[in-house]
């Protein structure tokens, strides 16, 4: 294929579309009762291309209008996936229909091409038909598997929450909580209701802990079902200051009089002194080579906090950060086991938690578990 085929190729094409709608129904309506009227010589040229199209060409308007079905189909599943219940049927679903509306829409522009050819239609036929026939099939299957793998992957992170029961109108205090893991296959959340203790709302999860709407925080805490226990059973902890956080493999919350640290597999310690908790020094509380482990926390010369770690291999880096004593957590990406903060809050002590991830292509990424996490004081 030259380079003036193929600018001829795409001109023609430009062309055609130019007509507009009404146009191109004009040359098909004439070829067929008669008559000659503008945009016919643009007709038939787009014909004849369509009829002599390489098998390359034809495999690319095969994944234009492939595309186009597929994103009107992704649009309608949105609403549909909570009540197919089921990722898999949805994926077939989607690769059915698409293929159904590519081979329509093909079918149709091929008769309309005859159509405006003509009597020329039957000298109009491609060489080596059988080679191209089975270029295209592969081109096509090869468009489906790809099609397939990326929706599966879709499939499975949008249909986290099919399956699990409804209890009434969604809260829309805990509507971020349940999106971030409080709902979905194994963790469906339960009815919201009320904390005799403590007077807080609060669900509980499939796993036995607990997510509480704290309104001084204005913000969600989650707990483990120890950590409530223990908060229950010391009542002058008060209410909580932040949102819970990591520490490593361990998990805190601090409160208004004291802190509880829940440590898998160990019972949660608990302070009632007024002190509160803050994660290690880097490299103090690592885990293991299956994910990161942050060596370096300090403030640089210009007053920016950087972290660097040691990692498995990983394309990108998820670096989590958070100031002590409020609620919000952040996630940038990072390239390499660097990230600096260039402009922290002055006096501010901000923590620190990192997980390496490998990219697939269409396919969601693979990720390690989270590090240690530190803490740094930025300068005042």
């Not at 994926?91 to 003509?118: C, D, H, K, Y």
């Not at 409160?255 to 103090?284: C, M, N, W």
């Not at 990161?292 to 640089?300: K, Q």
């Amino acid at each position: 294929m030259r380079v003036g085929e193929l600018t001829g190729i795409v001109g023609v094409q430009v062309a055609w579309w130019q007509l507009g709608f009404r146009g191109r129904r004009a040359v098909l309506w004439r070829s067929r009762y008669g008559g000659t009227g503008s945009g016919d010589e643009v007709g038939r040229a787009w014909a004849h291309q369509v009829l002599l199209a390489p098998w390359w060409w034809r495999a690319a308007r095969t994944a234009v209008a492939a595309g186009t079905a597929l994103l009107v189909v992704v649009i309608a599943e949105v609403g549909l996936l909570p009540e197919i219940e089921d990722a898999t049927v949805s994926v077939l679903l989607t690769v059915l229909l698409s293929l159904g509306v590519t081979a329509g829409l093909t079918w149709r522009q091929t008769r309309w091409a005859r159509e405006i050819a003509g009597a020329a239609a039957e000298h109009a036929q491609p060489q080596a038909v059988l080679t191209q026939k089975l270029r295209l099939a592969c081109a096509l299957v090869l468009a489906v598997a790809a099609l397939s793998v990326f929706l599966q992957s879709a499939a499975d992170t949008v249909s986290d929450d099919v399956g699990c029961q409804r209890y009434g109108q969604p809260d829309p205090r805990f509507a971020r909580s349940q999106a971030l893991g409080g709902g979905g296959v194994g963790r469906c959340p339960g009815p919201i209701g009320e904390d005799a203790a403590n007077g807080l709302s609060r669900y509980e999860e499939a796993d036995g802990s607990f997510v509480y709407w704290i309104p001084t925080l204005g913000a969600t805490v989650h707990m483990t079902a120890a950590m409530r226990a223990a908060w229950l059973a010391h009542p002058s902890l008060g209410l909580p200051v932040e949102s819970d956080r990591p520490d490593g493999d361990n998990r805190y919350v601090n409160f208004a009089h004291g802190y509880i640290l829940d440590r898998p597999d160990q019972p949660s310690e608990v302070k009632t002194d007024g002190s509160q908790h803050e994660p290690g020094g880097p490299g103090e509380t690592c885990v293991g080579p299956d994910r990161p482990c942050v060596t370096d926390a300090s403030v640089d010369i210009a007053g920016g906090i950087e972290i660097a770690w040691k990692s498995p291999p990983a394309d990108a880096y998820n670096v989590s950060y958070w100031i002590a004593g409020r609620s919000d957590t952040y996630t940038v990406e990072a390239a390499v086991p660097s990230f600096t903060l260039p402009d922290p809050e002055p006096g501010a002590t901000y923590g620190f938690q990192v997980q390496a991830c490998v990219k697939h292509f269409l396919a969601r990424s693979t990720c390690t578990p989270r590090s240690n996490s530190v803490a740094v004081q930025a300068r005042r």
